[in-house]
Nanobody, 125 residues
């Protein structure tokens, strides 16, 4: 497992932009797939998107529709989630997740073996 720490959440207005960061403690960063999930009150944890260091691709949940972008900095062991045009329905706790599996980022929570503590994002209309 790898320790993950998210940051950057906060209270926003609809239409704002926000960037979340996740730092991983494991130096063998290239072996991991890193993804973002979110969970709103009373709802299941939802796949936002992920980046696979093994194939260099990024993957997104169906709802993203171009509003969110995932990027990473391998040298700093970090992954970012840039969120634009925020909506009230984006309100959730956002989690960073990692797996030692090689391959595409999966939308299944069971695929991941390390999770951060989450960071709250609240969007008001």
């Amino acid at each position: 497992q790898v320790k993950l720490v998210e940051s950057g959440g906060g209270a926003m207005q609809a239409g704002d932009s926000l960037r979340l960061s996740c730092v991983a403690s494991e130096r063998t960063f290239v072996a991991y797939t890193l993804s973002w999930f979110r969970q709103a009150p009373g709802k299941e944890r939802e796949f936002v998107g992920g980046i696979s260091w093994s194939d260099g691709n990024t993957y997104y949940g169906d709802f993203v529709k171009g509003r969110f972008t995932i990027s990473g900095d391998n040298a700093k062991n970090m992954v970012f989630l840039q969120m634009n045009s925020l909506k009230p329905e984006d309100t959730a706790v956002y989690y960073c997740a990692a797996t030692s599996n090689h391959g595409p980022a999966s939308s299944s929570t069971a695929y991941y073996d390390s999770w951060g503590q989450g960071t709250q994002v609240t969007v008001s209309s």
